[in-house]
């Protein structure tokens, strides 16, 4: 009975014991712009930045679309379903946001957008009435000129895994597409873990917890373009307060190395989260608070991009 008592301690000091963590220092300023042409009374999440860093793709309940579904919140305000949301980099300046066409978004909730090719391919979540039947909750879509087409839903080991983890809070595809990313967890969970599954020659591979998970919430994951440094929230490591924003790096058997804090001032006692950023590492997304921010990172510690 002892020797139970203490293999299940082991078990449970080894998923949740927390990783070695370091706390990166800002000697140079950081500019934080909060980007007023994107954000609305409502909230926005889940960012994706394409590679070349012309387009952010995010998700709001702003709704005002035909197909929009709105429900009264508890404090008197009106919410709509889910969509994703693209702006476009022109001449240096984001333009005002458009919602993707109808076939990918709808009245069911779309969400966590993960682009790779430079946007001209679409990984998103849509909780459609038939989700399950059409190889759902994830799709793949691809984009010609202004045109979406070939939706696909990912099936499978990814389909079985949420019908029991049905509650989601961000996603991310590597650049070769060969990664999936999510933070999930169950109905009958408190807290969001990760979870990773790959896709080899027969499909997509069952998932796994990643160790990075701890015993509070992780979300927000995003994939750099090197596909190796793992940007993610959470509140379960010794942070600044609320959600605070996390880099590592991943080997390619799913082990990682050293969890880095980005510091002040990208997190504080607010929640932050929704973090993506630039192939060269100077330039960054992020949500507080419900509202998306840029970073100038070009004089920013070193320790907090992507490998090069």
């Not at 307060?241 to 590592?248: E, F, M, Q, R, S």
Request: with cysteine; aromatic share 12%.
């Amino acid at each position: 009975m002892r020797l139970g008592f203490i293999l299940l301690l082991l078990l449970c000091t080894r998923a949740y014991s927390q990783p070695t963590q370091h706390v990166a220092t800002h000697s140079g300023r950081i500019e934080i712009i909060p980007l007023d042409q994107l954000n609305s009374p409502f909230d926005e999440d889940n960012l994706c930045l394409t590679a070349n860093g012309r387009q952010l793709y995010f998700s709001t309940n702003r709704g005002g679309q035909i197909w929009s579904y709105s429900r009264r919140g508890p404090g008197g305000w009106y919410a709509s379903d889910r969509d994703i949301w693209v702006s476009e980099k022109v001449k240096g300046q984001w333009q005002p946001p458009v919602p993707l066409p109808y076939g990918i978004n709808t009245s069911n909730s779309e969400d966590e957008p993960s682009t790779v090719k430079n946007g001209k391919v679409l990984y998103y979540q849509s909780w459609g009435l038939q989700w399950e039947q059409t190889q759902g909750p994830y799709y793949r879509v691809k984009r010609k000129g202004r045109k979406w087409k070939n939706l696909q839903g990912l099936g499978g080991p990814i389909t079985r895994f949420f019908r029991l983890y049905s509650y989601t809070h961000g996603m991310c595809v590597s650049p070769d597409q060969r990664l999936l990313i999510v933070a999930a967890r169950k109905p009958s969970e408190a807290h969001f873990d990760v979870y990773m599954s790959r896709k080899g020659p027969f499909g997509w591979s069952r998932f796994t917890r990643l160790d990075i998970s701890t015993a509070g919430n992780e979300q927000s994951v995003f994939l750099a373009a090197d596909g190796k440094t793992l940007y993610f929230a959470s509140d379960g490591y010794e942070g600044f307060g609320g959600l605070d924003i996390y880099k590592t790096v991943l080997s390619a058997d799913g082990s990682f190395g050293a969890i880095i804090n980005l510091g002040a001032p990208i997190n504080s006692e607010q929640d932050d989260y929704g973090f993506v950023i630039s192939k060269d590492g100077n330039e960054a997304y992020f949500v507080r608070q419900g509202d998306i921010y840029m970073l100038g990172l070009s004089r920013a510690d070193p320790l907090i991009k992507p490998l090069q």
